[in-house]
């Protein structure tokens, strides 16, 4: 479960060792085509949170999702590389 925190918070980065079941890696792969094809940010639910896929990965990490909870408070999202 994610709690806010703070609020006025410009941006959150996380990145952590693991390992992805086999069928996250794929929803989150065909998210990653479907942002592309459309041009924006793909909704994807990972348990109780819908994060938004970018079309686009991030330095070694192939997946970017931004959490949409942030970005109803902010104008940037929380970020998590995967």
Do not use: N
């Not at 070694?60 to 949409?68: D, I």
Request: charge should be positive; hydrophobic fraction near 40%; glycine fraction near 10%.
């Amino acid at each position: 479960m994610l709690t806010v925190l703070a609020v006025g918070v410009d941006r959150l980065e996380l990145s952590a060792r693991g390992s992805v079941r086999a069928e996250v890696l794929s929803a989150l792969e065909e998210a990653k085509l479907e942002a592309q094809r459309v041009g924006e940010s793909e909704p994807i639910t990972l348990g109780e949170r819908t994060f938004l896929v970018q079309g686009h990965g991030r330095r070694a990490y192939p997946y970017v999702l931004q959490w949409r909870g942030m970005r109803r408070r902010q104008p940037r999202c929380g970020s998590a590389w995967a």
